[in-house]
């Protein structure tokens, strides 16, 4: 084997890890992909004998590559993908996709795209790869103390603050999952077991067909208007919505909605579709520990 197709296979051996990074810092798998494989285009060019830790070294690149695209999106005054940016096709394979949302989780993603770019580079390299401060320092050109305190703010951002003792958020989690759950299926029989009777859906007009009420109440009717029109519940996750358990929709794991949920006696008595892009910009969203 030649010294470029040792260096090749040098590479592959990282491109997992590095792509799984990247993935988290971009929420794109597309995006993640240019960015791994721009890395291996540097290292090509590069004299590896002056290369002393190859794993440190691409992983800087990657991080580095990914924190000038999220700054370039800033610079640009785009909206985050987790604010209601369109629901496009994806990175061209679908399965990837769904693997990777799958892996990281939808309200992460949502969460992560609330996250300055310098933010959630230092959260994703520590909290999800244990890289140390020192390292990230450099990458973020910060010092250890800062790049510290860095990844400490996304971390509240991304754990926040339940406004409901534990035990009450858990027991709210599990109204939420058992309703979602009978979303996605389009149960009938579970969606009455789980709403309350005098149950009361509201919603934004941009989540509603032309012509329907804002406000649906009763079981009965919402339960049927969910197997008609539930079909987004595929792409909903639970997630913590104002410091209670509700849940965001995000199609390839981009903010599409998110759910407000009022859980009384083991029941679903009040939600609200949230898609209107100032009022999700209010919202605080955080990721629904399992515990």
């Known amino acids: 084997m030649n010294e470029h197709g040792a260096l090749a296979e040098r590479f592959e051996a990282h491109r997992g890890r590095l792509r799984a990074a990247a993935y988290r810092m971009l929420g794109s798998a597309g995006e993640a992909d240019d960015a791994v494989q721009e890395a291996w285009l540097r290292l090509s060019r590069t004299d590896p004998a002056g290369i002393d830790n190859l794993?440190?070294?691409?992983?800087?690149?990657?991080?580095?590559?990914?924190?000038?695209?999220?700054?370039?999106?800033?610079?640009?005054?785009?909206?985050?993908?987790?604010?209601h940016t369109p629901v496009?096709?994806?990175?061209?394979?679908?399965?990837?996709?769904?693997?990777?949302?799958?892996?990281?989780?939808?309200?992460?993603?949502?969460?992560?795209?609330?996250?300055?770019?310098?933010?959630?580079?230092?959260f994703v390299l520590h909290d999800v790869f244990a890289v140390p401060f020192e390292e990230i320092a450099a990458i973020v050109d910060r010092t250890p103390a800062a790049a510290k305190k860095l990844a400490s703010r996304a971390?509240?951002?991304?754990?926040?603050?339940?406004?409901?003792?534990?035990?009450?958020?858990?027991?709210?989690?599990?109204?939420?999952?058992?309703?979602?759950?009978a979303a996605r299926r389009g149960d009938l029989d579970a969606l009455l077991a789980v709403l309350a009777p005098d149950v009361v859906r509201r919603a934004d007009a941009a989540v509603l067909p032309p012509g329907r009420d804002p406000v649906a109440r009763g079981a009965g009717?919402?339960?049927?208007?969910?197997?008609?029109?539930?079909?987004?519940?595929?792409?909903?996750?639970?997630?913590?919505?104002?410091?209670?358990?509700?849940?965001?929709v995000a199609p390839h794991g981009r903010l599409l909605l998110a759910l407000a949920?009022?859980?009384?006696?083991?029941?679903?008595?009040?939600?609200?579709?949230?898609?209107d892009p100032g009022r999700l910009r209010r919202l605080d969203l955080a990721v629904l520990d399992d515990h």
């Open 88 to 122: 496009q096709a994806g990175d061209g394979d679908p399965e990837r996709e769904a693997e990777l949302i799958d892996q990281v989780g939808r309200a992460m993603l949502v969460v992560l795209d609330t996250l300055g770019p310098n933010e959630r580079v230092a």
């Open 261 to 275: 949920i009022t859980v009384r006696d083991g029941r679903v008595a009040e939600y609200e579709l949230i898609a």
């Open 221 to 248: 009717a919402v339960a049927r208007e969910i197997q008609l029109f539930g079909r987004r519940a595929r792409h909903a996750e639970p997630a913590l919505v104002d410091g209670r358990a509700g849940a965001v």
């Open 55 to 83: 794993e440190a070294w691409l992983r800087t690149v990657v991080s580095r590559l990914c924190l000038d695209m999220l700054r370039a999106r800033t610079a640009r005054r785009e909206e985050p993908y987790g604010w």
């Open 155 to 181: 971390r509240h951002r991304v754990r926040g603050a339940s406004a409901v003792p534990a035990a009450e958020l858990a027991r709210q989690r599990r109204v939420v999952e058992a309703f979602l759950a």
